[in-house]
């Protein structure tokens, strides 16, 4: 859902062009007759200089159209891919709107306006909203050929009904453009698509800014955001180098050949980033005409996994790599570089954690190296493996029995024994006979290895492959030591299939036949799609950029290797 709104956003943005990059072709025109906006604006608190998700493309026309001829992606997306921004409510808002303008003021408008205003180079940043949905967004690009076709909207500014005058926005001295530095004050004006969506606009000279929501740019009291604006400024500059203003500080730049996006941590990890704070950034490039699909990723360079190329990280032993402790044929794995000085200092707090403080020192002490997550098939999606590698001895019962009292909730039972419990949960996947649904979970020091899971069977899994009883996913890489040790993750596209197949399954309820319907005809053909796909692992390749991004490697498993 959250990808669909994403691509509604691209589709939609040629629209907006159409119907707002003309409004400013008479730049000198007294605006005294404009109605003010007289809606109300919700502060969203968001940066505005640092988006969690940007796209930089050559032409949005052209960028769902190369995806769905990108590797991997044109085995899982089809032409319904490229047209779905048709269906989106705010485009059939905004044609709405293009169609009354035209209507009512008796104007000709050439049918091929939509093609020329998507045909441009633009950056579209995201924000996520506080379910983590990438809802917010702003768009920056230069005013196409279509401008000049556009013209005669302007006038209608005045009195129109869904435009009117949201504020005058001081620019900020700094840009090359004579415009910029005359103008002193933008117009920002306000588009009512319907009584949930209003976006706001500002143009100069040749550049044109949209925002998704006034509340990306102004606060509740109706006073402009001061960092806001200065972005504002940026991307309306003249300047390239000042435009640059969101893609810079990811080292992204524009290109003819190639559409590039990078989701940050927080948005990657829906906002749950403190779990793992040194992923930063995912990148992604599919060049024009869906010819080759490149990823990188972006570490703190304290905590990647071993790399033979990255001296940095030559520190970590290959005993400390999860890959050998790990049940062979996950759905998908991932390593997780903790960083454990952090986990200490947190876990270790009496104010905190109170008398377990001391047996937390001594187990969470022992933690080094990076540990690893797995989801398996014969298990759920909310109830995955967590490994970490520790040092030293186990600790005792006692100390044990302190942690779980601390972590467990009242009235779980914990077979010291078995080194598992069981707590009682309205969703529980287990339910024996009259009992209460309820999880299974386990917590085990197996050799030099922490394992836990709210699925017990999975750490006795784990505690047979390093008894050597069962394979490891170490047994299905690649060989290469050095490539083991620079492996970020392993995708088994088949068991994330089925996987994500029984667990739609299981959240609908026969009274929901709308969405039965609905992944019987859209989910699950592109579930398939994605399990015919091969196993493949994905490594490190070379050292950081300048930038910091390190290339992605996505290797496939030897096949012989691979089944259940």
């Known amino acids: 859902m959250a990808r669909g709104k994403t691509v509604g956003v691209i589709g939609i ?41 940007l796209i930089v493309t050559p032409s949005l026309v052209g960028l769902s159209r190369d995806l769905v001829k990108a590797p991997v992606l044109r085995e899982l997306l089809n032409e319904e891919f490229v047209f779905y921004y048709e269906e989106h409510d705010d485009r059939i808002s905004l044609v709405g709107a293009l169609k009354r303008l035209a209507f009512e003021h008796e104007l000709r408008l050439a049918d091929n306006l939509v093609e020329l205003a998507l045909g441009g180079r633009a950056e579209v940043a995201f924000w996520p909203d506080d379910r983590g949905a990438a809802r917010h967004w702003a768009m920056a690009m230069s005013r196409s050929s279509v401008a000049t076709a556009l013209q005669s909207l302007a006038p209608l500014a005045a009195h129109d009904r869904q435009l009117s005058l949201m504020a005058e926005v001081p620019l900020e001295d700094g840009g090359t453009s004579d415009t910029v530095r005359t103008a002193r004050t933008v117009p920002v004006l306000a588009l009512q698509l319907s009584a949930r969506r209003t976006l706001a606009i500002a143009s100069v000279g040749e550049r044109v800014v949209v925002f998704s929501d006034p509340g990306l740019l102004f606060k509740s009291d109706r006073t402009v955001d001061g960092n806001a604006a200065g972005v504002l400024s940026a991307l309306l500059s003249g300047d390239e180098r000042r435009q640059g203003v969101w893609r810079e500080p990811l080292g992204l730049m524009p290109s003819n050949t190639a559409h590039q996006g990078v989701l940050r941590g927080p948005m990657l990890s829906f906002n749950y980033q403190a779990f793992f704070p040194a992923l930063q950034a995912l990148k992604v490039e599919v060049t024009a005409g869906g010819a080759a699909l490149n990823s990188w990723i972006k570490q703190s360079p304290t905590a990647a996994p071993a790399n033979t190329a990255n001296p940095a990280n030559a520190a970590i032993t290959a005993a400390s790599v999860p890959w050998s402790a790990l049940p062979a044929d996950p759905a998908a794995c991932a390593a997780l570089p903790v960083d454990w000085a952090r986990t200490r200092s947190v876990l270790t707090d009496p104010r905190r954690t109170g008398n377990a403080a001391p047996s937390l020192a001594r187990v969470v002490g022992s933690l080094d190296g990076t540990a690893a997550i797995c989801w398996y098939a014969l298990s759920h999606l909310h109830t995955p493996l967590l490994i970490a590698h520790a040092e030293g001895p186990a600790p005792d019962a006692a100390t044990l029995q302190s942690l779980m009292q601390w972590w467990l909730p009242k009235g779980a039972d914990w077979d010291e024994q078995e080194g598992s419990g069981r707590i009682h949960a309205p969703y529980g996947p287990l339910r024996v006979s009259a009992d209460p649904a309820h999880y299974r979970v386990s917590l085990r020091r197996v050799g030099d290895w922490w394992l836990f899971s709210p699925d017990a069977s999975l750490v ?105």
């Not at 003309?22 to 003010?36: D, E, K, M, N």
């Not at 083991?484 to 609908?508: F, G, S, Y």
Request: no cysteine; charged share 15%.
């Open 460 to 564: 006795a899994r784990a505690a047979d492959t390093l008894a050597r009883r069962y394979p490891s996913v170490a047994d299905t890489l690649n060989r290469d030591p050095a490539s083991q040790r620079a492996t970020l993750a392993v995708v088994t596209p088949v068991n994330v299939a089925e996987l994500l197949h029984l667990e739609a399954l299981k959240v609908m309820t026969p009274r929901q036949s709308g969405f039965q319907q609905a992944a019987e005809t859209q989910l699950f053909p592109r579930l398939n799609a994605f399990g015919r796909l091969p196993p493949v692992q994905a490594v490190l390749h070379g050292a950081p950029d300048a930038q910091g991004w390190t290339a992605l490697d996505w290797q496939a498993l030897p096949p012989a290797e691979v089944g259940r």
């Open 13 to 53: 943005i040629g629209m907006i062009v159409l119907l707002l990059v003309g409004l400013w072709g008479l730049f000198g025109w007294s605006r005294l007759g404009w109605a003010r906006f007289e809606g109300s604006i919700n502060t969203l608190g968001v940066n505005v200089r640092e988006p969690q998700g």
